[in-house]
């Protein structure tokens, strides 16, 4: 079956530490996108990629970095300079100009 | 630069009653609209979307939206609610004219909660 995957669904990590977010599509997409969710605030962009080894910064990148080495994976890493990384974190990816399809989320939590 | 306001961040209502989930948006730009689902602890569904032509768009689960560019408006509707629509639903824009490749821009979000 087609879709996105994101792995892990839960992660922990003490505070300082970098962390790398796994996001994987098998629907041959274009274009893939991070959001980050917090309570009440809807999801809020934070990078996204319209081709290989190319990518733009979303409203939130500050804190971020992301790679598109291949089509089907777009990782985001969660470095030590975001300042509040505590949230849960969605993939999504798309065909030129179509709707969004989204993976099943990551949640992590920082210590 | 577009922007969405979903105008109630929470909606109760009983079982088999009709339900409206409320969006506005602002753009300089023509648009496409989306409403998305999700369910606790997981990503989101898309219910349906407006590309252009009808503007009253039926999606999945019995949920139809309607367009309404005086207003610039893209209301959910449902005309009976069971408990399984419980979740957290989203409106969405993007330009239509491509310049900012499908990128979205989110609502905050409206919890609907079906009591029986």
């Known amino acids: 079956d087609g879709g996105i995957t994101q792995s892990p669904k839960y992660l922990f990590r003490k505070e300082g530490q970098n962390v790398t977010l796994s996001c994987e599509q098998n629907?041959?997409?274009?274009?893939m996108y991070w959001y980050r969710q917090d309570p009440g605030q809807g999801l809020r962009l934070i990078y996204y990629s319209q081709i290989v080894n190319d990518f733009q910064k979303g409203d939130i990148a500050e804190g971020y970095s992301v790679s598109r080495e291949k089509k089907e994976s777009f990782p985001l890493t969660v470095t030590s300079a975001q300042k509040n990384p505590t949230a849960f974190y969605l993939c999504?990816?798309?065909?030129?100009?179509?709707?969004?399809?989204f993976g099943p989320g990551t949640r992590l939590t920082v210590l | 630069a577009q922007s969405v306001t979903q105008l109630d961040s929470q909606v109760p209502v009983f079982e088999e009653a009709p339900v409206e989930l409320r969006c506005n948006y602002s753009?300089?730009?023509?648009?496409?609209l989306f409403w998305y689902v999700q369910y606790p602890n997981q990503g989101l569904q898309l219910l349906l979307k407006y590309l252009s032509g009808s503007t009253l768009v039926k999606g999945i689960n019995g949920f139809e939206a309607e367009f309404n560019k005086s207003q610039t408006s893209f209301h959910l509707r449902k005309p009976s609610v069971h408990i399984s629509d419980t979740a957290e639903y989203f409106c969405?824009?993007?330009?239509?004219?491509?310049?900012?490749?499908?990128?979205?821009?989110f609502g905050q979000g409206t919890i609907l909660t079906v009591h029986p």
């Open positions: 999504a990816s798309s065909t030129y100009m179509a709707e969004q399809y």
């Open positions: 753009s300089s730009v023509s648009v496409y």
């Open positions: 969405a824009v993007s330009d239509a004219g491509g310049t900012s490749y499908g990128k979205l821009t």
């Open positions: 629907l041959n997409h274009d274009a």
